[in-house]
């Protein structure tokens, strides 16, 4: 029941084409989306450059958190299948709902151009934004798992290429989105006044969405469907929770103390699960320090994509948007992802440093504090070619004197006079006319946010990729959904991290604000290398085995004609 037979191409089964394409569309109409939401805050909205960070950084944070129910809901309840359709169709509805929201025609009545009724496209927005944070982040631990459930127990090395070509059209569908949605934003439509094009941004990333959700149902003849067996994740919960509250009940000094807190669990869950827990939970430890990591990395979306508005994209034969500046970070992860594993690590290793995974973590955190102390730099830079504004509360007037002397002008209360002097172009007949640039355009080139773009990126494939490998190294690969769960709750507190410090840090200048977030991540930085230092690393192989050898000697003792019988079996045959 449940479970239909794979075909099999060239080795594969067949299905995981389906899931790849699914794949492939589902990121392409994430990022879409993504890459011009901070913008559509600022210019459609009209909300100010922090607001827009803190609602842009809220969602990311969302779409992180979200990932722990879809997987509570796929193991424990419909199975991975139903749990992508369902959340697919939520997430589907959620990016026509964000396209709808942006139609500028839909409350502009007096057609100046401008939404008349700007609550209605921002309650929109929301609820299209929470139903995309549901599927996204709901499918995430799904999808991938899925496509590994396609592969038997002997297709190992096909299972490997398979992730490989899974992140390959993660890389692909995020680059090739975040260049064509800013395009299609800058283009203008609209039926009464014309306006850049929000609603085709959105609604190209809707229609993939829908693509998306068509080709997976597609395969469904052909997927292997495995029933839900129960959330791993539960168990870890109640095991730590029952040792807490055992360890709780026999807090006296009258009961023996136990080597380890979790071992107060032993009562009521083996001591396999307790086992597992431990070096989960030992990985788990590791993981507080690495969120500041994601609070600095996450903000390409949002700050250095208004950093880039106030920026000069004409890079000759073509013009580049602000949010288009965003794709460096994927073209160069699909250059350096290669490079540093053939080349920058085969040359450490010969330089005879043991560059172990959790110095690669370090030096990751290390290079992000430096990509934005770059983005101070330019920041400062920029900020000199920047007109000045009035702050809240103030108000600027601008008087041209067309006569031909000099105009006196009294400002009130405090009656300040100024004298304008005259521009003498109505005296002589129109003969002379006088260019007055107001506010000069953008001088600082795009192309200088370039090598804090590299540097990120750097400290994103030392990071990042280490990671997860080195947690699933270190962890028994049934816990690697938990660890999965851990490593995205890392990203989702980074944006939250994002919130209050922007929020807090009151800084009117924004090259401080990196200045902070650099100087935070290397106080973070210190402490996590302080720790790395004192982590032992462990063989989750080597510790299974030892249990399997306790569990088999406990069973010889219990019953040892029976296993000498059994052993006899197995050699006779």
């Known amino acids: 029941h449940g479970v239909s037979f794979p075909r099999i191409c060239f080795g ?8 790849v394409v699914n794949e492939f569309c589902e990121r392409f109409s994430y990022y879409g989306m993504r890459a011009v939401l901070v913008l559509y805050f600022k210019y459609f909205l009209r909300w100010d450059d922090n607001f827009s960070t803190a609602i842009y950084h809220t969602f990311v944070a969302l779409c992180y958190l979200t990932p722990i129910l879809g997987a509570l809901i796929a193991d424990s309840w419909l199975g991975k299948f139903k749990t992508i359709v369902s959340l697919s169709i939520v997430y589907t509805i959620g990016q026509a709902v964000m396209a709808v929201s942006s139609i500028n025609d839909m409350t502009d009545h007096n057609r100046d151009g401008n939404p008349d009724n700007i609550a209605v496209h921002i309650a929109l927005s929301m609820t299209g934004l929470i139903l995309i944070a549901l599927g996204t982040g709901g499918i995430k631990p799904c999808i991938s798992a899925f496509g590994g459930d396609q592969f038997e127990d002997h297709q190992e090395k096909q299972r490997s290429r398979f992730f490989s070509i899974f992140y390959l059209s993660i890389n692909a569908g995020s680059l090739i989105s975040t ?28 229609a993939l969405m829908a693509v998306s959700l068509v080709v997976f149902i597609a395969g469904s003849g052909m997927y292997k469907k495995v029933q839900p067996q129960g959330n791993i994740m539960v168990r870890v919960f109640k095991c730590i929770g029952f040792a807490i509250k055992n360890r709780f009940r026999h807090r006296s000094k009258e009961y023996p103390k136990r080597e380890h807190w979790l071992d107060w669990a032993s009562e009521k869950y083996d001591k396999r699960l307790i086992a597992q827990t431990k070096m ?42 602000p949010d288009q500046m965003q794709t460096v970070n994927p073209i160069l992860i699909i250059i350096m992802v290669p490079v540093v594993d053939a080349v920058i690590y085969p040359l450490i290793q010969k330089c005879k440093i043991n560059f172990t995974p959790l110095r690669k973590i370090t030096v990751g955190m290390f290079l992000a504090g430096l990509a934005f102390v770059a983005a101070a730099l330019l920041q400062v830079q920029i900020d000199k070619t920047l007109p000045v504004f009035p702050a809240s509360g103030q108000a600027q007037v601008k008087i041209i004197n067309l006569g031909s002397s000099n105009a006196e002008v009294t400002f009130l209360p405090d009656l300040q006079n100024v004298t304008v002097l005259p521009m003498e172009s109505c005296s002589q007949d129109v003969t002379q006319l006088r260019y007055i640039e107001d506010i000069q355009p953008n001088t600082v080139h795009m192309a200088w946010q370039i090598p804090q773009y590299f540097i990120l990126t750097c400290a994103e494939v030392v990071f990042s990729v280490t990671g997860l490998e080195f947690s699933y190294s270190q962890a028994p690969s049934n816990m690697k959904s938990v660890l999965q769960a851990g490593w995205l709750l890392t ?46 690393y462990t063989d989750p192989n080597e510790v299974e085995a030892q249990l399997d050898e306790e569990e088999k000697k406990k069973q010889i003792k219990q019953d040892p004609d029976s296993y000498g019988k059994e052993s006899e079996a197995v050699s006779r045959m």
């Not at 700050?303 to 073509?318: H, N, S, V, Y």
């Not at 090259?511 to 290398?529: G, H, N, S, T």
């Open 12 to 19: 594969y089964p067949l299905s995981i084409a389906f899931i």
């Open 179 to 206: 260049v064509i949605t800013p395009i299609l934003r800058a283009q203008e439509c609209g039926i009464h006044s014309k306006q850049q094009c929000y609603p085709l941004a959105f609604g190209v990333p809707a």
């Open 280 to 321: 989960v939970l030992k990985v788990l430890f590791l993981y507080i320090p690495l969120p500041m990591f994601w609070a600095l990395f996450d903000q390409q979306g949002s700050r250095w994509t208004l950093q880039a508005t106030t920026m000069d994209g004409d890079f000759g034969a073509i013009q580049i948007q």
């Open 491 to 536: 990203v989702a507190v980074g944006n939250i991290i994002v919130l209050i410090v922007a929020g807090a840090s009151k800084l009117s200048e924004q090259w401080a604000e990196y200045v902070l977030f650099a100087a935070l991540l290397f106080a973070v930085c210190i402490i996590f290398a302080v720790m790395a230092y004192f982590y032992t």
